[in-house]
């Protein structure tokens, strides 16, 4: 399967692993296709590969924080059209049951990307979407200002 045209977030826990995709993609695609924001913990090496050109933007994100989940899913809402998510198919395969529901719960289009002999293959992940808090495909994920508008009294708006 091929991605198409539009923003997708790679989910980096493996930063080689991340990198070595991001490069082939890059080769393997038209410049048009080169959207891909990435959120992970060692901030260090997403924002060389920012400053690389591999990626279009990069989010601090601790995978395993629900907290951080959360303000990730409203930064991509607010700065963002994510189209879908793409894990590391080891990472994706090894993370336990509340990992899994975090990682679920970010997309409704999630993808598992393998690496093999030829490249690297997408394949659409079939476990259930769960919509909530830490989607970045929904209203759900609402961004400051829409929090503030929904607090502010109507007397004054």
């Given at each position: 399967m091929?991605?198409?045209?539009?923003?997708?977030?790679?989910?980096?826990?493996d930063n080689e692993f991340s990198h070595s995709f991001i490069k082939h993609y890059i080769n393997s695609n038209?410049?048009?296709?080169?959207?891909?924001?990435?959120?992970?913990?060692?901030?260090?090496?997403?924002?060389?590969?920012?400053?690389?050109?591999?990626?279009?933007?990069?989010?601090?994100?601790?995978?395993?924080n629900e907290i951080s989940i959360s303000e990730l899913a409203s930064y991509l809402h607010e700065h963002h059209n994510i189209q879908g998510v793409l894990f590391n198919q080891t990472?994706?395969?090894?993370?336990d049951d509340t990992q899994?529901?975090?990682?679920?719960?970010?997309?409704?289009?999630?993808?598992m990307v393998i690496q093999t002999e030829q490249g690297y293959e997408i394949k659409p992940i079939k476990d259930e979407c769960h919509s909530n808090?830490?989607?970045?495909?929904?209203?759900?994920?609402?961004?400051?200002?829409?929090?503030?508008?929904?607090?502010?009294?109507?007397?004054?708006k």
């Amino acid at each position: 399967m091929e991605i198409k045209t539009a923003s997708y977030l790679l989910i980096d826990i493996d930063n080689e692993f991340s990198h070595s995709f991001i490069k082939h993609y890059i080769n393997s695609n038209d410049p048009a296709k080169k959207d891909i924001v990435i959120a992970g913990a060692n901030t260090q090496k997403l924002v060389k590969m920012m400053f690389d050109e591999l990626v279009k933007d990069y989010c601090y994100c601790d995978i395993e924080n629900e907290i951080s989940i959360s303000e990730l899913a409203s930064y991509l809402h607010e700065h963002h059209n994510i189209q879908g998510v793409l894990f590391n198919q080891t990472d994706y395969l090894l993370a336990d049951d509340t990992q899994r529901f975090i990682y679920n719960s970010l997309h409704e289009k999630r993808y598992m990307v393998i690496q093999t002999e030829q490249g690297y293959e997408i394949k659409p992940i079939k476990d259930e979407c769960h919509s909530n808090h830490l989607s970045c495909d929904t209203d759900i994920a609402q961004t400051a200002q829409e929090l503030t508008e929904l607090l502010t009294p109507e007397y004054e708006k």
